[in-house]
C-alpha cells in the first residue's frame, strides 16, 4: 500500500539558510500535518492543512510557513535557519473526517550547522 | 487541554518476559488514544488505537492496550517480548479543538530487550 512520501530524507544546511521540506500524502488523503522531532524529544505537532487551508497551528516558529497544493502535497519553509533547528520533521496525513487516524511518513532529517 | 504522560523513559525486559509500557492522559473530552512505535532513523508506525467501543484493543506485533478511564489510562502491553520490540514506543492523544483534532505526544519509552 502507498504510504507517505517526504523529501529529502536527509537535510544539511547552515545557519542562516533556508530549507524547504516535501510531504506527498497517502492517495486521497486530503489533510497534511507536520511534527518536529527534536534529538530525544516526542513529535510536537507544527501544523496542518486541509483543502489547501491552513486547519490548525501548533508550535510553528515564524520563520517557517508552509502551503499545501492543489494534488494534496505540501511544503514546509523554513528560513533563517537556527542550530536550534535541527530535527527530524514528520509529515502525516489523514481523511478530514477521520483525523484520529494519522498516518506518519519517514520524515526528513534536518542538520543546521 | 490534553497531555500524555509515559512512565519511565527507559524499560528493559528480558526476551520472553510480559512487556508493559505505561501510559496515563488527561483530556477534557472523550479522547482517541493511540500508541506507536518508532525503530532507530525511521518514521512513526501506528501500533494500535482507540477511538470508540471495545476498551481492549488489538495491535500489530502482538501489541494490546486496555482503556481504563477510570484511571485514564492506556498501557501497552505484551505477552512475550522479542528482540525485534527494542524501539521507542510513544503514547498519544487526540482530541477535537476547534473542530480539527490536535495530537499530543508522550515523551517516549525506549525498550529494551535483553537475550
Known amino acids: 500500500a502507498a504510504g507517505v512520501i517526504q523529501s529529502p530524507r536527509h537535510l544539511i544546511k547552515e545557519k542562516r539558510e533556508t530549507a524547504t521540506l516535501k510531504c506527498y500524502p497517502i492517495?486521497?488523503?486530503?489533510?497534511v500535518y507536520w511534527y518536529q522531532q527534536g534529538p530525544g524529544q516526542d513529535p510536537q505537532f507544527l501544523i496542518s492543512f486541509y483543502e489547501k487551508m491552513q486547519s490548525d497551528k501548533g508550535s510553528i516558529p515564524d520563520r517557517f510557513s508552509a502551503q499545501q497544493f492543489s494534488d494534496y502535497h505540501s511544503e514546509l519553509n523554513m528560513s533563517s535557519l537556527e542550530l536550534g533547528d535541527s530535527a527530524l520533521y514528520f509529515c502525516?496525513?489523514?481523511?478530514?473526517?477521520?483525523?484520529?487516524?494519522?498516518?506518519f511518513g519517514p520524515g526528513t532529517r534536518l542538520t543546521v550547522t | 487541554a490534553q497531555s500524555v504522560t509515559q512512565l519511565g523513559s527507559h524499560v528493559s525486559v528480558s526476551e520472553g518476559a510480559l512487556v508493559l509500557l505505561r501510559c496515563n492522559y488527561s483530556?477534557?473530552?472523550?479522547?482517541?488514544l493511540f500508541w506507536y512505535v518508532q525503530y532507530p532513523n525511521q518514521g512513526l508506525q501506528l501500533l494500535l488505537k482507540y477511538t470508540t467501543g471495545a476498551t481492549l484493543v488489538k495491535g500489530i506485533n502482538g501489541f494490546e492496550a486496555e482503556f481504563k478511564k477510570s484511571e485514564t489510562s492506556f498501557h501497552l502491553t505484551k505477552p512475550s517480548a522479542h528482540m525485534s520490540d527494542a524501539a521507542e514506543y510513544f503514547c498519544?492523544?487526540?482530541?477535537?479543538?476547534?473542530?480539527?483534532?490536535?495530537?499530543?505526544f508522550g515523551t517516549g519509552t525506549k525498550l529494551q530487550v535483553i537475550p
Open positions: 483530556s477534557s473530552v472523550p479522547p482517541y
Open positions: 498519544a492523544v487526540s482530541e477535537n479543538s476547534g473542530g480539527y483534532q490536535k495530537v499530543t
Open positions: 492517495p486521497r488523503h486530503d489533510t
Open positions: 502525516a496525513s489523514s481523511f478530514r473526517d477521520r483525523p484520529y487516524e494519522q498516518y
